[in-house]
């Protein structure tokens, strides 16, 4: 049986872990970790590309004009035939996480199209699916410092001095500069009247 490759998670929360609202992300204007977030799923051991994984609603929230994120092999996780077409003229299109880990490393393995890194892009659903393998080694999180209200949560706490789930650590941030390829900007950010920090989390095992 093939190894199914290693899985990163990408997200920017609140300290309440809050990553959504009606459908949508709770801020706007925060250009520069937007721009993070393009760079770093794009950014590549070169050859491949990396892949992103989303769900169905992700896929619907990323503006029209962005889509399929440049760049990536975009694959959307629905379990509905209807939703899946429609977006199927410019994804990839599985029925499950599993069933997107299975394509990926089909492509993989027959070589067509090689994949670099694999991160998944959320939403909710998809990170707790993704959380729940053992493949789903690293976090990339943007902790916004700011209260936003929010209706979607992301299912796990990262957080420092006992205040947070268990089983996850995080990095120093050479490791994390590293492993994203750049020298990941230090200590708090602001942006549009925001304050963000980028912080990279991996599995304790
Ligand atoms: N992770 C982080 N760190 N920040 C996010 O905003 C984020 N958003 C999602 C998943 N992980 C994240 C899901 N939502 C686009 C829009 C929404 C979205 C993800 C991506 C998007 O349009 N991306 C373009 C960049 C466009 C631009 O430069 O403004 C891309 O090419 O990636």
Redesign the pocket.
């Known amino acids: 049986m093939p190894s199914l490759p290693d899985l990163t998670l990408?997200?920017?929360a609140t300290q309440q872990m809050g990553i959504g609202r009606h459908g949508t992300?709770p801020w706007t204007g925060?250009?520069k970790?937007?721009?993070?977030?393009?760079r770093v799923?794009?950014r590549l051991p070169p050859g491949p590309q990396n892949a992103v994984i989303?769900g169905r609603r992700?896929w619907e929230?990323?503006?029209a004009r962005?889509r399929p994120?440049?760049g990536r092999v975009n694959v959307v996780v629905s379990r509905s035939w209807a939703a899946a077409a429609a977006a199927a003229a410019t994804a990839s299109m599985a029925g499950s996480l599993e069933e997107a880990l299975r394509m990926l490393g089909e492509r993989q393995q027959q070589q067509q199209q090689a994949i670099g890194r694999v991160f998944v892009?959320?939403?909710a659903q998809i990170y707790a699916a993704a959380l729940a393998r053992r493949e789903a080694r690293r976090v990339?999180l943007?902790r916004v410092r700011s209260e936003f209200e929010c209706d979607t949560f992301f299912p796990v706490r990262l957080a420092e001095g006992g205040n947070g789930d268990g089983g996850w650590r995080r990095s120093g941030q050479a490791e994390m500069d590293a492993w994203v390829g750049e020298e990941v900007p230090r200590g708090v950010q602001s942006e549009a009247g925001t304050e963000y920090e980028f912080e990279m989390w991996e599995r304790v095992d």
């Not at 970790?33 to 393009?38: K, L, P, R, S, V």
């Open positions: 990408i997200v920017a992300l925060l250009k970790e937007m721009a993070y977030f393009a799923t794009k989303m992700t929230s990323i503006p962005f994120l440049p892009i959320g939403g990339l943007t």
